[in-house]
């Protein structure tokens, strides 16, 4: 176990090797959601996230892995609005902030999590947390 003196959190650092792929689907076989929304979170888990970030191990995961991730999805012509892009990446910040729950990695890298240039929230009044909360 290793400690993270700052936030005086343990976690077992083989916990945090697992992939996101798999990770991603452990996450989604918990959740407690419609059928479109699960299809929805499938389809993009299975299309971008896997493709792109899949083999990472949680622990290897920075914010720089995911800025490039949703400038790649949003600019390179992957067909998706940047509102459904905004939806999806709140999706993969939950996926993270429960990796932190279950002590797997010590902090979420999408926490505090800015979109390129061009990209907006599709509220701005729903701060990322309540968002994040409401998966």
């Given at each position: 176990m290793e400690k993270d003196k700052k936030a005086r959190?343990?976690?077992d650092p083989p916990r945090g090797a697992m992939s996101l792929s798999v990770w991603a689907e452990e996450w989604l076989e918990r959740r407690v959601i419609g059928e479109a929304t699960r299809c929805n979170y499938e389809g993009f888990i299975r299309n971008h996230l896997v493709p792109s970030l899949g083999r990472k191990?949680?622990?290897g995961l920075a914010r720089?892995?995911?800025e490039k991730f949703v400038k790649d999805i949003y600019r390179?012509?992957?067909?998706l609005?940047?509102?459904?892009?905004?939806d999806r990446?709140?999706?993969v910040a939950a996926i993270m902030e429960a990796a932190?729950?279950?002590k797997r990695i010590t902090e979420n890298p999408l926490a505090a999590f800015g979109f390129p240039v061009g990209m907006r929230w599709r509220s701005t009044r729903t701060s990322f947390r309540a968002r994040l909360r409401s998966i």
């Open positions: 959190v343990c976690v191990p949680l622990a720089r892995d995911f390179g012509g992957a067909g609005a940047a509102s459904t892009v905004n990446m709140v999706m932190v729950v279950d």
